[in-house]
């Protein structure tokens, strides 16, 4: 498990493959504060209109988080902590569920959606550490109709990832710092999504991720990628 002092600095980064975002930094992580974990939150739930979450009584953000946005590492007093999740201006609860923090240790929280039913998940964010030829990336898988997928890189037949279900996660792994085209196929083989030329530089650390609906209906967000960088070490 990391340590929270030895990280120079933090940031989070999202945006859909192939467009460009903007850096937030979390200065607080810098300061002497109390023993504390952090965590990032992300609102993949395709049919929220945005949410205002809560731990315990303390709100995390003023604008309401929409989907596909992240919210950059934040502290949270270790322990058992509720999370609540409202609309803007609302006091209704759309979704509670309590999570453990550890001392010193990095999270991330995924806001998702299945069958208008909302869930939250918490992951460990264990990387290693960075070097400046190669980027360490994972992929969660958002989509609740997408089924098992797995993640192709360039001409290979042989996964990256393989058999992510809805709701799971790889663990981080290390490529070459070099632009990939990346293809996410079904258990069947059939091609799910696709991004070209998605540039990994090192130094990073990344967060690819499948969202939206396989089944297209009138109102629904379609299957795409998002690539969030959770780490820059400069």
Known sequence: MKNLKSLASVALLAGTLGLTGCLDNDDSLQNNYPPAGVISIYNGA??????????????VN?????YSEALAYTSFYPGK???????????TSLLEKEFEIKVDSVYSMFMVEDAG???AVLVDDNWSETSSDE???????????AGAVSLLIDDSETPVFDDLTFKSNSEFEGLDAQIYDLTVVSSTGETLA?????ELRGNRVYTLILRG??????????????????????
């Open 194 to 198: 696709t991004a070209t030329r998605v």
């Open 213 to 234: 609906y396989e089944e297209s209906t009138e109102n629904a967000k379609k299957l795409d990628l998002q690539l969030l960088t959770n780490y820059i070490h400069y």
């Open 135 to 145: 980027a360490q990336i994972r992929m969660i898988n958002l989509s609740p109709d």
């Open 81 to 91: 902590r509720l999370f609540k999740f409202a609309q803007g201006n609302s006091v």
């Open 46 to 59: 395709p049919n929220n209109a945005g949410v205002v979450v809560f731990a315990d009584q303390n709100q």
């Open 117 to 119: 039913e909302l869930d």
């Open 62 to 66: 003023n604008s309401p988080l929409k």
